[in-house]
């Protein structure tokens, strides 16, 4: 099993910056990375950026690019989601995600935590 916690979420206004943090414990060895996914009220949940563990791929949604920055530490076994120029269409829960080596299903998930921009 893979515990998953997110932190770092919180009320900020339009254009500020945020930076969340995904703590993962547990099995993790057996998985191949994380990613952030997020679910606006009414809105279906969506992908917003991923990171291997190995070689640092990353990807990321169209609607971040350029604005979001994930990024890890391997020794804290912990990612990053550096969250800029916020708008208020990035509102939502954000969650954050791993699945298992070789698979393209993500299987654990965290509690999620919320962020709002207020315009």
């Known amino acids: 099993q893979v515990q998953l916690v997110e932190s770092g979420g919180g009320l900020v206004q339009a254009g500020d910056s945020l930076r969340l943090s995904c703590a993962a414990s547990?099995?993790?060895?057996?998985?191949?990375?994380l990613g952030w996914f997020r679910q606006a009220p009414g809105k279906e949940r969506e992908f917003v950026a991923s990171?291997?563990?190995?070689?640092?791929?990353?990807w990321y949604a169209h609607s971040v690019k350029g604005r979001f920055t994930i990024s890890k530490d391997n020794a804290k076994n912990t990612v990053y989601l550096q969250m800029n120029s916020l708008k208020p269409e990035d509102m939502a829960i954000y969650y954050c995600?791993?699945?298992?080596?070789?698979?393209?299903?993500?299987?654990?998930w965290g509690q999620g935590t919320q962020v709002t921009v207020s315009s």
């Open positions: 547990g099995r993790t060895i057996e998985t191949s990375g």
């Open positions: 990171i291997t563990w190995s070689d640092r791929k990353t």
């Open positions: 995600a791993a699945k298992r080596r070789g698979s393209t299903t993500y299987e654990y």
